[in-house]
């Protein structure tokens, strides 16, 4: 099994005409019962599982392409194909397909495709007519040779013909000499003939023509052929193009000629399929699929061919990474990487893995720092497109080498700061790079893709590193353009001047736009670590300077992020903004806008709209209290109006939890009167305790104000109707200046003697809304209380 002539990839042909790789594993050719044929089966290297079990079947249409290819198709809009690594692995099983089929192995295809309609209209042919008679190869015949090339376009069976035809004759490079002889001729219409004829034969889709085609001694004359369209005043130049202007740099010398004719190939075809060749109409569409698969397979093996030569890799990487390397080589390599990266694309999900790895391991990242460092603006722009790549491809490689970096390095070289100062002294006006940094930085910093169990402190480490290490690089220019003059903290309180140092720099402000989105994105995912440095750097403050920019879409922008904090409805961040007096710029900006109906407005009043709908009763208050004078003239909405509402509600929700268990020093009332007088007669017949001192009462007084005093405190408590007190209230006393008194003696004396003949009573005070208000207690423990309907 490990016979590496076996070795093959499992491809299949998806929806969207892309090659889908299911897999490498060792193909073999073998009776399978349950099929009840000869099958080709190809176990998985990786663990031995069935990656394909395909009965080769007498009517199957296979095709051998680029002598390492085997297609065909197992149904309706399902092809398969095998890549074999070698060239005698390919041909062992071709001809065992060949066998099975009854054909012969030097044929590139084995049947001919036919379709059921096809099938019935054939049957009608003449048995003359199986082959397709190619004219003699002449000038004079160039126009019947186009006419037929043409006419069978629409009939699969008949381009099956025709393509076999011109295999079998060698009539592709009789065709080029003729070419030749027509530009040394000047012949005009023989050009457009050639012209007509190589299209045609490119949409007969048949790869064993296109090796013919793209060959080393073929290619250039194709390209030519194909500069003569009938539709063109003047010929175009491509041929020029590709031999004059597209120079081939070898950045390291590729000693495997293979690898190089196999560059220079990809090169060209891709240039005949995306320049040369017209945008094809509907019914064209799928004639140049093998093209598009010819180039596909092409790119595979480039890459693959690159990766596997390690020497060469590592001499790329040591000059990349050389001081004494001079720019414009150096600029060649990263160009190179770039286009390596892009070839990549092309990989399944599995050999682009792969191939990341090797390049990680190779040092990618630190060649990368020191590269978008650079003052070249194009190696910057290709590096960054390079570190797109690799973090598109795996975030947590990248977060864990930068993680590595603080150990080794100043905090003005490590690798995110690099792409944060790239991205703020961006020189294109649209802040094209800048965009796209940005968005790579937030792919870093997204929790979303820190969640991989292997690494379960990934999310903690990694903010923490970039808050101490980053934050500071990012904010920079923010802090920068809105630096507030010191004396503005001493306006006086209320005022609605705030010191406006913004920008007005169309670029500046776009930079701080993308800043503001960034951090917008913080307060969203971050929740602590943003919060610690929005407290300590004042940073809301900042921002809200930018509600003052002349650039609407800042405004927003530093809107959005206060919208953002209020959102997460934190007290923490409450009682910063009110501490900070911070709605007074946003209310300014209201203001100011005036009335019109405009993003700025509506956005504006949809926070306040917020507030209201969530209650937020710090924030109401603080801007009714502050506010309201101010906002109580716009009507146009009825926000303003709802935050009063509001307001008012929860100040008289408050007055009666005060009311209601307030316990007022006063004197006696008619009630407290009665029950006095009711328990001096009970105890007319008892022993007056004549011996109590001034001490005696004053101690039993404190006593009764203490309970009354907790009773007023833990109203809310269990005992919430008002009846726990134990101790009858009494009136201030006045020390007895006369022993004699029996009022005042009886008074002293059954203070402390009488609190559980008396608990027994309704209550010791019964205040006249006393049972009211028990009812309602009742109520609330029964249903809570509804929040009141929202309304104008």
Not at 36 to 43: E, N
Not at 67 to 95: H, M, P, R
Request: glycine share 4%; aromatic share 8%; with cysteine.
């Amino acid at each position: 099994m490990s016979d590496t002539r076996r070795r093959v990839k499992v491809y299949t042909l998806n929806e969207d005409r892309q090659w889908d790789d299911r897999g490498t594993g060792h193909v073999s050719s073998t009776f399978v019962e349950r099929l009840k044929g000869i099958s080709l089966l190809v176990r998985a290297e990786s663990d031995g599982s069935l990656l394909l079990e395909s009965k080769i079947s007498p009517n199957t249409a296979y095709q051998k392409q680029q002598d390492t290819l085997i297609v065909w198709s197992e149904a309706e809009n399902y092809d398969l194909a095998l890549s074999f690594q070698e060239k005698a692995g390919c041909d062992e099983i071709w001809e065992k397909i060949c066998q099975v089929q009854g054909k012969d192995p030097a044929l590139e295809i084995t049947q001919d495709p036919i379709d059921e309609s096809e099938e019935e209209r054939y049957e009608e042919i003449p048995e003359t007519s199986h082959l397709v008679e190619l004219p003699p190869c002449e000038l004079s015949r160039l126009e019947e040779i186009a006419d037929l090339v043409t006419s069978v376009l629409s009939s699969p069976i008949r381009r099956e013909k025709l393509a076999l035809a011109l295999m079998s004759e060698g009539y592709i490079k009789k065709l080029l000499g003729l070419f030749q002889v027509c530009e040394d001729l000047d012949n005009r219409e023989g050009l457009h003939h050639l012209y007509e004829i190589v299209r045609g034969v490119l949409f007969l889709n048949k790869a064993a023509l296109f090796e013919v085609m793209f060959s080393d001694d073929c290619i250039m004359d194709v390209v030519g052929c194909l500069e003569y369209d009938p539709a063109l005043v003047q010929p175009k130049r491509h041929r020029e193009f590709l031999t004059k202007t597209a120079k081939f740099k070898e950045v390291i010398p590729i000693t495997d000629s293979e690898l190089r004719q196999k560059i220079h190939q990809t090169y060209r075809v891709q240039y005949i399929q995306d320049i040369i060749l017209p945008t094809p109409s509907v019914f064209e569409e799928n004639f140049l699929s093998t093209l598009t698969s010819f180039i596909f397979f092409n790119k595979v093996e480039i890459v693959s061919m690159l990766q596997e030569d390690e020497k060469f890799l590592t001499e790329v990487f040591a000059q990349l990474t050389d001081e004494a390397t001079e720019d414009s080589k150096r600029r060649e390599l990263v160009n190179f990487f770039k286009e390596f990266c892009a070839f990549s694309q092309t990989l399944q999900p599995q050999n682009r893995d792969a191939f990341f790895k090797t390049l990680a391991n190779l040092g990618i990242l630190p060649a990368l720092e020191i590269v978008m460092g650079m003052d070249d603006l194009q190696v910057r722009a290709a590096a960054t497109d390079i570190f797109s790549y690799l973090v598109e491809f795996s975030p947590s490689m990248v977060r864990e080498f930068v993680m590595q970096e603080p150990q080794q390095t100043d905090d003005d070289v490590l690798l995110i700061n690099v792409v944060i100062k790239q991205m703020i002294c961006d020189s294109d006006p649209e802040l094209g790079g800048a965009v796209q940094l940005m968005g790579l930085l937030r792919t870093l910093i997204d929790p979303e893709n820190m969640l991989a169990p292997i690494n379960k402190t990934e999310k903690t480490e990694f903010l923490s590193f970039f808050y101490k290490y980053c934050m500071h690089v990012l904010t920079a220019p923010l802090l920068a353009n809105t630096a507030h003059d010191k004396n503005s903290k001493d306006l006086q309180e209320g005022s609605t001047k705030i010191n406006p140092v913004c920008p007005d720099n169309f670029q500046t402000a776009q930079l701080l736009a993308l800043i503001l989105e960034l951090l917008t994105f913080c307060v969203e995912h971050h929740t602590y670590h943003i919060k610690t440095y929005i407290m300590n750097k004042d940073l809301l403050r900042r921002v809200l300077v930018l509600m003052n920019s002349k650039h609407t879409f800042l405004a927003l922008c530093a809107l959005r992020f206060m919208r953002r904090i209020i959102g997460l409805k934190d007290e923490y961040y409450n009682r910063y903004i009110i501490k900070g007096n911070l709605f007074e710029p946003v209310i300014n900006a209201l203001l100011d806008n005036g009335t019109r109906y405009n993003l700025l407005n509506s956005a504006i009043i949809e926070l306040f709209e917020f507030i209201k709908v969530e209650d937020i009763k710090s924030l109401i208050a603080h801007i009714v209290d502050n506010f309201y004078k101010a906002l109580e003239s716009i009507e146009y909405v009825q926000t303003f109006k709802g935050l009063k509402g509001r307001y008012e509600q929860e100040k008289d929700r408050q007055n009666q939890r005060l009311n209601r268990y307030r316990r007022d020093a006063r004197s006696l009332d008619e009630d407290e009167e009665m029950w006095f007088n009711d328990d001096e007669d009970d105890d007319d017949g008892e022993a007056v305790e004549k011996s109590r001192t001034e001490d005696d009462f004053s101690d039993s007084y404190g006593k009764y104000m203490e309970a009354k005093k907790g009773a007023a405190n833990g109203a809310n408590g269990a005992n919430n109707n008002g009846k726990s007190a134990a101790i009858p209230p009494t009136s201030p006393p006045t020390p007895p200046n006369n022993n004699n008194s029996t009022t005042s003696s009886v008074k002293t004396a059954t203070l402390p003697a009488t609190p559980v003949v008396k608990t027994g009573l309704v209550g010791l005070v019964d205040y006249p809304d006393d049972e009211d208000e028990e009812e309602d207690d009742e109520e609330e423990e029964q249903s809570p209380r509804k929040r009141p309907r929202l309304g104008s």
